[in-house]
């Protein structure tokens, strides 16, 4: 890792400290595996970083020792011998750093780790903590802008591509494999969940998953894709239509789209996030679809596909720039199908800038 990198995962680790200061336990334990990696730039699995005031190490196995020393140079590191549980050498990293109240991640904790842990730990105490590396995460730096673009790039290029090749007797599910075999063709090293394919009525399931079902005539099909690079994710959706448009889902996907554009409109920082979801769920229940829009307006996408901040409607905080948010509202019809758009928009100072570039007229989607 160069050094500027290394610099860059020490001050994520300092910002944190003031943080867990604040929660009044001595150290942090952070157990899940993609606030480890935001911290430290290791992408391995089955490791924990301890952060305590002077000290931070990172509990790892020999799996990933060259790993961590590749990825990590000059992080303290406590490799557990086979046989020893993790847990174990928490106790022993906990104890030689004379802590007493240590905080925990209490959403990435099980209640059985949570016992082991307190009674090995006795009599220091647990603090579970929520979302302190969370809302570290929540603004991305120029580097991880950077891997963000480039996810979009190739989920974009991935699509292109399948999209100049779709044909009426392939099924959702061989829609999904050509996606992947093309993400992974343009460079990602895979699809950051996996892509929902939903042919006409079954476009109906906000999160369906690809059937059997062929795209046949007179369609539409909604596709919900994106690419990992680098460990940062990207989040689309499009429908493409087929032959003879039905009026229906051509005015769906209009209201749609108004309710899309007018929320990313409404998008700057200071904006709040239940008032940004509400721009795009009032064009939609004016249009008397108000029920069918049955989930958020987006969340954020980092190193996770889903991660704050949420556009619901109980979000009363507000945006700020650095962050990188989907906007997908949604239509959905059981027995007739549905409409989603998605698209993936940076708060920058003045506003914002949708980094994402499908063609979403609907003109544009219709292929031949
Ligand atoms: N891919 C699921 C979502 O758009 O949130
Ligand atoms: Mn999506
Ligand atoms: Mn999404």
């Known amino acids: 890792m160069p050094p500027a990198d290394h610099d860059r995962f020490a001050a994520r680790r300092n910002k944190l400290r003031k943080l867990v200061k604040k929660t009044g336990a001595e150290a942090l334990l952070v157990t899940d595996v993609k606030n480890v990696t935001y911290l430290t730039g290791f992408s391995g699995q089955d490791s924990y970083l301890l952060v305590a005031k002077e000290a931070e190490v990172l509990l790892t196995d020999p799996r990933y020792t060259q790993q961590v020393e590749e990825e990590c140079p000059g992080l303290e590191l406590a490799s557990r011998a086979p046989g020893k549980s993790i847990l174990s050498t928490v106790q022993k990293l906990v104890k030689s750093a004379g802590v007493s109240q240590l905080g925990i991640e209490a959403i990435s904790v099980t209640i059985d780790q949570f016992h082991t842990l307190a009674d090995k730990l006795a009599p220091a105490t647990l603090i579970p903590t929520s979302g302190l590396v969370e809302q570290l995460r929540e603004i991305k730096d120029a580097e991880e802008l950077v891997a963000i673009r480039k996810a979009i790039h190739i989920a974009e290029k991935a699509f292109a591509a399948i999209r100049a090749t779709m044909h009426r007797d392939q099924a959702e599910r061989q829609v999904a494999a050509d996606l992947e075999y093309q993400v992974r063709r343009f460079g990602g090293s895979g699809l950051s969940f996996p892509p929902i394919v939903g042919v006409g009525e079954r476009a109906a399931l906000p999160h369906g998953v690809p059937s059997h079902k062929k795209i046949g005539e007179d369609s539409f099909v909604l596709i919900d894709w994106g690419a990992v690079a680098d460990g940062y994710v990207s989040d689309l959706t499009r429908v493409l239509a087929t032959g003879k448009i039905s009026p229906k889902i051509k005015r769906i996907y209009d209201i749609v789209l108004k309710a899309q554009l007018r929320a990313i409109d409404a998008i700057k920082p200071g904006a709040m996030l239940c008032d940004v979801d509400k721009a795009a769920r009032d064009v939609i229940a004016e249009a008397g679809f108000g029920k069918r829009f049955g989930h958020g307006l ?71």
């Open 298 to 368: 987006g969340h954020g996408i980092g190193l996770n596909v889903h991660e704050a901040p949420r556009f619901n409607s109980s979000q009363t905080r507000p945006l700020q720039v650095g962050m990188v948010v989907t906007v997908e509202p949604g239509i959905y019809i059981p027995g007739f199908g549905g409409v989603r758009i998605e698209d993936d928009v940076l708060v920058t100072k003045t506003g914002y800038e949708v980094l994402t570039h499908v063609p979403k007229d609907f003109d544009e989607s219709v292929i031949d």
